[in-house]
């Protein structure tokens, strides 16, 4: 079984500012994937970026970057430059190599004050 | 390119109804996941169809049912509506070719509310 915890139910960040997302997991399995999904009240959940538990180089997608710490089971994801837009509710996600299925985080509701 | 659509948007059923959601996959998808999102929550997997059949299942009771058809697409029927099967419905296409580095694209969601 896998499990997920996002400890931060909501945080809050100035605009152009830097934010930290934390997510810790727990799985058995030595190979999976990890995952950060963001929500904004339109519903429609939309990947942010994904890691390889595999891969020691940490991922990076334009303004989004995460530290992942494997050893640690622990999956944060840095927000740099923050814009109005990226106000949503994120979502960690772990899954393993041998099924598709995913599980989530409690999420941590993002708000970006102008 | 058409993304993951789902029908309806929205819906209201009553305590012991029956009912039925539909997801179009992301075109060149050949694998459905179906997820719950309660309120104020993460999403939980129902299930997961491939080939039209169901490939994993999570912890969800026998009320849950699918069906994957030959195009893809598929439905989601729950039978004998609960008051806590109230929730947001999201259905998710992938290809499991590229399992390794698939990613799950998500549709829109369907609202259930259940009086």
Known sequence: AQTVTQSQPEM??????TVTLSCTYD?????????????????QMILVIRQEAYKQQNATENRFSVNFQKAAKSFSLK???????????YFCAVRNNAGNMLTFGGGTRLMVKP | DAGVTQSPTHLIKTRGQQVTLRCSPKSGHDTVSWYQQALGQGPQFIFQYYEEEERQRGNFPDRFSGHQFPNYSSELNVNALLLGDSALYLCASSYLAERSTDTQYFGPGTRLTVL
């Open chain 1, 12 to 17: 809050s960040v100035q605009e152009a500012e």
């Open chain 1, 79 to 89: 927000i740099s430059d923050s814009q109005l837009g990226d106000a949503a509710m």
């Open chain 1, 27 to 43: 799985t058995s399995e030595s190979d999976y994937y990890l995952f950060w999904y963001k929500q904004p009240p339109s519903r």
